[in-house]
Every structure is written in C-alpha cells, then in structure tokens.
C-alpha cells in the first residue's frame, strides 16, 4: 500500500526515535511496523490531536514512553494527517522508489536487506538488477504456481508505475535497469504480460520484437 510506503518515509525523515535519517541509517524501512500500524486507525482519527494520541500509544506499544521525541512525533503527526486529507498527493518518488517497491513486492524484502549488508546502502541500479532477476524467477515459476504468477505480474504492476511516473529519474530506472537487463528470449517469453509503457520501452530496446 502506498500510503504505508508514505507514513513510513515520513517517520524515517522526522525520526522520533532516533533510528532513522537522523543516524543516517540505510534501512529506509525502519519504522514500517509502526506505519502499518497508523494506517490501520488513521480513518478513526477525525482531528489531528487524535490522530497525534493514537501515534503517541503506538509508539508506547513499540518503544518505552521515554523513547521517542514528542517535537519529531508531532511534526510527523502534522504531516501524516496532511497526508490523509490530501491522499492525492501519495505518489512514488526516487528517493523513496525502494520503500515503496518492498512495501508493493514483500517477498523482495530479503534480497534488499541483503544487498543493505553487503554494501551498506542502496546502490539502485545495482538493486534494480537483483529485482530484474527476480521477477524472471518469478516468470518462470509462475506456470506451475499461482502465487509465484500473482507476485509477477504485481511485480510488472510496479515497473509499469515507475513508467507512468511524471518523474523522469524513475522511467529512466525502468528503462535502464529493468528492461535494459533483459535479455531477448526474457521480453520474447514476457512481453504478453507487459504493461503497455514497458511494453513501449521494450520495443524500443529490442526494435525486432
């Protein structure tokens, strides 16, 4: 869910707990139990005071009440509950392109927590590769097993947000890290399911198709 995806990377950049942007932590998804947490009484909460008492328990639930800066937690509250009068404005972003790609494709989670390990960031490209390998995995898994076929085609779900995207940075990671790592007999035994953007770029890449 993309809202998820938002209140996490709010919580990541205001930090109440200090274990986010403020440490310069590469783990964008730090505080995602607590976004899920939100997100699942944020309709109740009418006004943003009650929206800021219910943060404030379920951040008592996850920490001790001393744990958490009321300043940051407050400005966080401000601007999840701007969030939820304005839900237009939850839109995937470059920065924040891996929070909401493991919050769309949980089962990639491992593969990004282990690419975190091995170089300490997120190197995107890179990662982007790992994804690319994933989801031809996924394709191939996907004849024998409806799951494995619903996580592909998720998973193409999200490519094709990343090219409809107004953001150019994040078609060009499409284009050039995902179609671009395919190889021909890949897009040939794929393109059926393709979106029609990474269809476009596909056949932009392979002009023979």
């Known amino acids: 869910m993309k809202i998820v995806s938002q209140i996490a990377k709010i919580l990541f950049e205001e930090d109440p707990c200090g274990i986010g942007e403020i440490v310069g932590n590469p783990y964008r998804d730090e505080y995602d139990l607590e976004a899920q947490d939100i997100v699942r009484v944020l309709d109740e909460c ?3 005071e009650e929206l800021n008492a219910t943060i404030s328990d379920i951040f008592t639930k996850w920490f001790s009440k001393d744990s958490f800066g009321n300043d940051a937690r407050r400005k966080a509250t401000t601007r999840i509950f701007k969030l939820k009068e304005n839900p237009e404005e939850i839109k995937i972003n470059y920065k924040d392109v891996v929070l909401f790609l493991i919050h769309e494709i949980p089962e990639f989670k ?12 997120v190197l995107l490209h ?3 590769g790992d994804f690319t390998r994933f989801v031809v995995d996924a394709f191939h898994k996907s004849e ?4 494995g076929k619903k996580k592909f085609l998720r998973s193409l779900d999200f490519i094709e947000e990343l090219f409809d995207s107004d953001d150019e940075k994040l078609s060009e990671l499409a284009q050039v890290s995902f179609v671009e790592n395919l190889d021909k007999l890949e897009i040939d035994g794929m393109k059926k399911y393709f979106r029609k953007e ?11 198709l």
């Open 126 to 128: 890179v990662l982007f």
């Open 46 to 48: 009418k006004t943003e």
């Open 144 to 147: 024998i097993d409806s799951e």
């Open 110 to 121: 491992p593969i990004y927590l282990e690419h975190i390990k091995d170089y300490g960031e």
């Open 198 to 208: 990474t269809l476009k770029s596909a056949e932009r890449v392979w002009r023979d």
